[in-house]
């Protein structure tokens, strides 16, 4: 799976205003290698390969919002505890855009209308190339090399998977609050209403 | 004189790093089934300011080698061996080559030209050298660690990567920098005569809980002499695979009470202003490393045997080597000061009450069984 360029909106699901949480820049351009850190080396994303800046993007049937950088540069969230709103309504699922440094995985809470709270899983995978997911997620973005600060690296493919958390309660989802566990990053999550879950 | 080894074959397991990489490989040649030998065994141990600047550390409690420490039970071992020169390093290795036997090398990652770090960073990394090309004046490289890597390299760049200083030049070469590479290089002793019975796969279970349980205050095996060190930079002992005496070691953590009395220690020297970016770090590394290739020993072990609760059970190690993917991260993250004592004890509750379970959960299978 690979993520596909829309001129328009097309994809199911609700994209997430994510900029007001992101604390990492993770996707530099050739002429700023040194711009970001992904990762504990400063390896990043090449963001000519990846999608434009704020550009919708379909992946696999889910309609994402590329991340539109936020000040310094940010374009992802480290997991921190952070609480993120929905817009009121009901979901099924939530996808997200999202890789690891080592795959992990914790509890995110649910928190609906009605006030009720559960935990559910978020699993994250392995950026770092030549490193299969063991979490059943689906690639979303491989990209042919990897940015280091002084170079580009070819030969070495870092990925940015697709993931999704069930949403299980018949009710109205308010938001959920993400584990406090900064090896997992999201550049994007939507969330899909019943009934437009994709397979 | 040309030779290639055959039935030299890469393993790599996405948790670990270049140790499990090369003793996988090398286990192999030697008929040994590397996820058995190095799956087998689970167990947590660190002595305080033990850490060396390397990617293939692994704490090695007193008496033991390194693969000992690695595989416990498993009456394999192994001998660090320290050239005076470069030119007696590589004909050490050529040596063992030529006799037919495959050999891990230390390498400072700067000197090699399929890593990522050529040129750039500094890191005291492990390779595998199976051939040679006396005529082209070549060796034959294994490195199974992304990016993947088999093939002839030149005999001074090799011996250049073997005999580096390591030195640090900037900020990046950290956690594997400024430990001098010395030509050292592993000899695996796999001599096939286990110290104890072997065990069965519950048995193995069972004396990974025992030593899980007896941390600081006992010893479920047998107690080994005293430490005469096991790092690159002592000499050889590829003897015992027993359990250390834990009460012979002062300032060790062994054990699940080790795990949180170190957890405990790293918050409480980060909270008094100490730097544990590097301990925490390189340790975690380690119990992921060890607690991942467990969980898949136990996974794969349980379906061969038509055991389901056994995959149960590597689910919830996986669940715990998650852990410890979030606490490398939080350790380095200490550096800038984004992770404050309060998050790492708040991954240390969390990992505790799992690692509880999971023992409990353990232990009730085994009563069952």
Redesign the interface.
């Known amino acids: 799976m690979t993520g596909q360029l829309t001129g328009h909106r097309t994809g199911t699901g609700r994209p997430l205003e994510l900029r007001g949480h992101f604390d990492n820049r993770g996707i530099t351009p050739t002429h700023d290698l040194g711009g970001g850190a992904f990762n504990?080396?400063?390896n990043t994303f090449p963001a000519e390969q990846l999608p434009p800046d704020g550009s919708s993007v379909e992946v696999g049937g889910v309609l994402f919002e590329f991340p539109a950088r936020a000040a310094g540069g940010a374009d992802n969230l480290r997991c921190?505890g952070q609480l993120i709103e929905v817009p009121p309504g009901r979901y099924d699922w939530l996808y997200l855009l999202a890789a690891?440094?080592?795959?992990?995985?914790?509890q995110l809470y649910l928190h609906y209308a009605d006030g009720a709270v559960d935990p559910e899983w978020l699993r994250v995978s392995?950026f770092?190339?030549?490193?299969?997911d063991?979490f059943g997620a689906v690639p979303a973005f491989r990209c042919a090399t990897?940015h280091?600060?002084?170079?580009v690296?070819r030969?070495?493919d870092p990925v940015i998977w697709r993931h999704r958390v069930p949403v299980p309660r018949h009710a109205d989802l308010a938001g959920f609050r993400l584990p406090?566990?900064?090896?997992a990053h999201i550049f994007a999550i939507t969330a899909v209403a019943a009934g437009q879950e994709q397979p | 004189m040309r030779i290639v080894l055959d039935g030299v074959r890469p393993w790599r397991h996405?948790?670990a790093g270049c140790l499990h990489a090369c003793l996988g490989t090398l286990l192999d040649h030697a008929g040994r089934r590397p996820l058995e030998v190095l799956g087998a065994g689970w167990r947590f141990y660190y002595r305080l300011g033990d850490l060396r600047a390397e990617e293939y550390y692994h704490p090695c409690p007193d008496g033991r080698s390194l693969v000992a420490s690695v595989a416990p039970g498993q009456g394999i071992s192994s001998r660090w061996h320290r050239p005076a020169d470069a030119e007696q390093g590589w004909q050490q290795v050529r040596e063992q080559v030529l006799a037919g036997v495959p050999v891990a090398v230390a390498v400072d990652n700067f000197e090699l030209p399929f890593r990522?770090a050529y040129r750039?960073?500094h890191s005291n990394h492990l390779v595998v050298v199976y051939g040679f090309d006396d005529e082209r004046g070549t060796v034959r490289v294994l490195d199974a660690i992304?990016?993947?890597f088999d093939g002839d390299l030149p005999l001074g760049v090799l011996a250049a990567a073997r005999d580096s200083g390591n030195r640090s030049s900037h900020e990046?070469d950290m956690f594997f920098a400024d430990n001098p590479i010395g030509n050292r290089w592993l000899e695996l002793v796999a001599d096939g005569a286990p110290s104890a019975e072997p065990r069965s796969p519950a048995g193995y279970l069972a004396a990974n809980l025992a030593a899980l349980r007896a941390g600081a205050s006992g010893n479920p095996d047998s107690s080994a002499g005293p430490n005469s060190g096991a790092g690159p930079n002592s000499s050889a002992q590829p003897n015992s695979d027993a359990e250390p005496d834990r009460g012979a070691e002062p300032n060790s953590y062994a054990g699940r009470d080790g795990i949180a009395r170190f957890l405990t220690d790293m918050s409480d020297r980060l909270a008094d202003g100490h730097s544990i970016a590097d301990e925490l770090?390189v340790v975690s590394g380690v119990a992921?490393a060890g607690t991942a290739v467990h969980a898949d020993w136990v996974g794969d072990t349980g379906r061969r045997l038509g055991l389901p609760g056994w995959p149960e059970l590597a689910r919830r190690l996986?669940?715990l080597a998650?852990h410890w993917?979030?606490v490398?991260?939080?350790a380095?993250?200490t550096r800038t000061g984004?992770?404050t004592p309060r998050?790492l004890r708040?991954?240390q509750v969390?990992l505790l009450a799992d690692l509880d379970h999971t023992l409990g959960e353990l232990d009730l299978m085994l009563a069952a069984a």
Do not use: K
């Open positions: 504990v080396w400063s921190a690891a440094e080592r795959r992990t995985e914790d392995d770092w190339p030549q490193t299969p063991r990897m280091y600060p002084r170079h690296q030969g070495v406090d566990n900064p090896a | 996405d948790l990522p750039d960073v992304p990016p993947f990046r770090f992921l996986d669940r998650h993917s979030a490398r991260i939080l380095a993250l984004e992770v998050r708040g991954r969390a």
